[in-house]
């Protein structure tokens, strides 16, 4: 016959057992490799793909916003309005950020700086992009320049201009142009303009070349 303190040292027993082989909350907590592991699955999953910055512009998933870094080199479609020294040679470089708002849009900000024989003009544009595929886009890009200088014609600001572009791989694109710069006596200039952009690492190279070509121009 058993006797009550013996059933009592049983069942203490038991308890303990059943305790000492239960999970313990704070056994995941006590394996810090865990938490790592877990972290690296995380960042190497879709949801965390689409929330990165890029460098060179991609659609979601891959990218929840990009850099824009260009320079632009062209020449003018119309004559300009003297006094002038009728170059047509034309160049612009923007820089900015764009987010992607849904699987075919991005839309973002940029500095844009103008120059040509005549002067400079610079200011900030809304930057608009359709994401045609992969590898292929549109830019839509209107703003306004808010400050510059002409070395033959006084300028009010500011004054509009707007840009559209053909883009592949954002390393090279067509763009289209005008700026409507407002003169002193109430006059206005359009100036329309085409050339070949350079995207991302492109940019400055093509900068560079630019600036070759111009010193032995002149």
């Known amino acids: 016959m058993t006797s009550r303190g013996s059933l009592t040292r049983q069942r203490a027993g038991w308890t303990g057992a059943s305790l000492s082989t239960a999970p313990r909350a704070g056994a995941i907590q006590g394996h810090p490799r865990l938490w790592i592991l877990l972290a690296v699955l995380?960042?190497?999953s879709p949801a965390a793909a689409a929330g990165q910055t890029c460098f060179r512009g991609h659609p979601q998933p891959r990218c929840s916003g990009f850099t824009v870094l260009e320079f632009t080199g062209g020449i003018r479609l119309n004559q300009k309005p003297g006094p002038t020294d009728q170059s047509a040679g034309f160049a612009y470089w923007s820089g900015g950020y764009l987010r992607n708002i849904g699987p075919r849009s991005a839309l973002?900000?940029?500095?844009?700086l103008t120059a040509d024989t005549d002067g400079h003009r610079y200011g900030l544009v809304l930057r608009y992009r359709g994401w045609l595929g992969p590898t292929s886009s549109i830019d839509l890009a209107p703003g306004l320049f808010v400050a510059g200088k002409d070395n033959y014609t006084a300028f009010r600001f500011p004054s509009p201009t707007a840009d559209v572009a053909f883009n592949y791989r954002d390393w090279i694109g067509l763009a289209v142009?005008?700026?409507?710069?407002?003169?002193?006596d109430n006059a206005t200039q359009w100036q329309w303009h085409a050339g070949l952009r350079f995207g991302t690492w492109l940019a400055p190279l093509a900068t560079l070349g630019f600036l070759v070509l111009a010193a032995a121009a002149y």
């Open 177 to 184: 142009g005008v700026d409507a710069l407002r003169q002193v």
């Open 108 to 112: 973002g900000a940029a500095f844009k």
């Open 42 to 44: 995380a960042l190497g």
